[in-house]
């Protein structure tokens, strides 16, 4: 236990479905990150949200939307999503941006149809 | 662009045998680096990690690493590994971008490390 929570743990979706993925942290930190880990690649950085402000945006599609209404919670909220987004989306925090050890969630498991 | 590359994607070894998983960047400069173990069906969690001073960072579970600047290498190592050590090892750096910040942290690809006891 890390504490930063993910849920749902598992999610299948349909490419017309909308969905939220959601990331709890309970350590107090100021910096949030969605990441991506597929199959033979390396994790990916996706957004990155310090002090509820996004400071990051890896050139995500649009499909996927970040929501940070405070410190302690993060959101991805996905539409319209292709076969190959299904993935690993693992959320982390850390106290600061960058020059902190990351915590991270058990992650997502996504599989779109 | 800022690149971490880990040399082997499978490793299988016995028990009480010698580890040694590669990792390099690609950048100079100050940079912070990590290694990160994903047990079976657990969450990714950090082993150790090097901001600066003693170049030999020690870190959980018998583990070791060694940043030779020279080489721009963090290899991790183990002088006996168990059967539990079986998971999947992420190195990761992050450069230093003036100030107190750091930039985004890049991972490597990963390297699957299988123990059979």
């Known amino acids: 236990e890390t504490g930063v929570t993910q849920t749902p743990r598992h999610l299948v979706m349909g490419m017309t479905n909308k969905k939220s993925l959601k990331c709890e942290q309970h350590l107090g930190h100021n910096a949030m990150y969605w990441y991506k880990q597929s199959a033979k690649k390396p994790l990916e950085l996706m957004f990155v949200y310090n002090f509820k402000e996004q400071t990051e945006n890896n050139s995500v599609p649009s499909r996927f939307s970040p929501e940070c209404p405070n410190s302690s919670h993060l959101f991805l909220h996905l539409h319209t999503l292709q076969p190959e987004d299904s993935a690993l989306y693992l959320c982390?925090?850390?106290?600061?941006?960058?020059?902190?050890?990351?915590?991270f969630g058990p992650g997502t498991r996504l599989t779109v149809l | 662009a800022q690149s971490v590359s880990q040399h082997n994607h499978h490793v299988i070894l016995s028990e009480a045998a010698s580890l040694e998983l590669g990792c390099n960047y690609s950048y100079g400069g100050t940079v912070n680096l990590f290694w990160y173990v994903q047990y079976p069906g657990q969450h990714l969690q950090l082993l150790l990690k090097?901001?600066?001073?003693?170049?030999l960072v020690k870190g959980i579970k018998g583990f070791e690493a060694e940043f030779i600047k020279s080489k721009f290498s963090f290899n991790l190592r183990k002088p006996s590994v168990q059967w539990s050590d079986t998971a999947e090892y992420f190195c990761?750096?992050?450069?230093?971008?003036?100030?107190?910040?750091?930039?985004?942290?890049?991972f490597g690809q990963g390297t699957i490390l299988t123990v059979h006891p």
């Open positions: 090097y901001f600066s001073g003693d170049p």
């Open positions: 982390a925090s850390s106290r600061l941006q960058g020059t902190d050890t990351q915590y």
């Open positions: 990761a750096a992050a450069v230093y971008a003036g100030g107190t910040s750091y930039g985004k942290l890049t």
